[in-house]
């Protein structure tokens, strides 16, 4: 790992680290928006030292980046953190589809490769695989989600007593709420263009990185957003130090697809993971003290 980490191009990781921060900076940007449907004037420069305190606590408190980023605007803008956490729900429902979107655009361009690379690790030794296979395994696919559609149409009265799928049901409403909640926003347009960008700069922080490793700088940009979709789906989940070890796993399984060996995989995903974490526990340090000191100002 060491020998790895020593013939790394870190030209390459401080790029894409300067688009992360970009997307950080317009992450602030977008949330001013809704500080102002909620009544309250918040400045660019507190919403972004905001978003940086919020992203310093997702390493130390899984998911706890929320509410600490609310409480730090509280401190500069008087901002309740219970209508600032009002606005979360619509940012976390934008920031969900956006994914959505993403893993069923990988889903369809990269279905081939998928399947091949699910056969050659799990199908029974011997078994061969073929094109047929992937036809039969798409149709198989669509099929069971069109059935799946017209059961729970037949029998959602008798579903919807069901608690899970009450609960369910309450995740999908407040999701939609969230959605529709832009229209309270005076720019949706820009709303939706900032959202859209913030990804981008997700998916070109990861790809310039590629370029870092002589193993991983083969892999073109569909690749690229693969990796992307499949790793962030391990970032998300609420493990210690946003996402340590779940998206290291994640990523190097995805780079398999792309005949990227497992150390390299596993070098790459540390590199980029143990980049942002330090940039951001550095600049939500420094971030935390300006907060902490126009509090004090304010106080005063």
Known sequence: MADKFAR????????G???????????????VMFYEALGYKVSVKNSVLAVLVGYMMNYIIPRGCE???????????????????????TERAFDLLILLVLLIIVFFLQFDMLS??????????GAETSEN???NVKTVLLSAIAMGGILFFALRKRLMQLGIVKKLMQVVKGFTEGLISVKKVKRPV?????????????????YFCLFAMEATAHINFIG??????????GMVVPAPGAGAGTYHFAVMQSMLLFNVPEADGIAYATIVHGAQMILLLATGAVASVMVLMQHKKKSA
């Open 8 to 15: 790394t191009n870190y030209y390459w990781i401080a790029l």
């Open 17 to 31: 680290m300067a688009v992360a921060m970009f997307s950080h900076f317009i992450r602030g940007a977008r949330a």
């Open 67 to 89: 509410v600490s980023r609310c409480a730090a605007v509280y401190k500069t803008d008087n901002l309740p953190v219970d209508k600032s956490l009002g606005t979360v729900v």
């Open 116 to 125: 091949a690379f699910l056969s050659e690790r799990f199908a029974p030794k």
């Open 133 to 135: 296979t992937f036809i």
């Open 190 to 206: 820009l709303f939706i263009l900032q959202s859209f960008t913030i990804w981008v700069c997700y998916v070109l922080m990861m």
């Open 224 to 233: 690229c957003l693969t990796i992307f979709a499949i790793g962030t789906i």
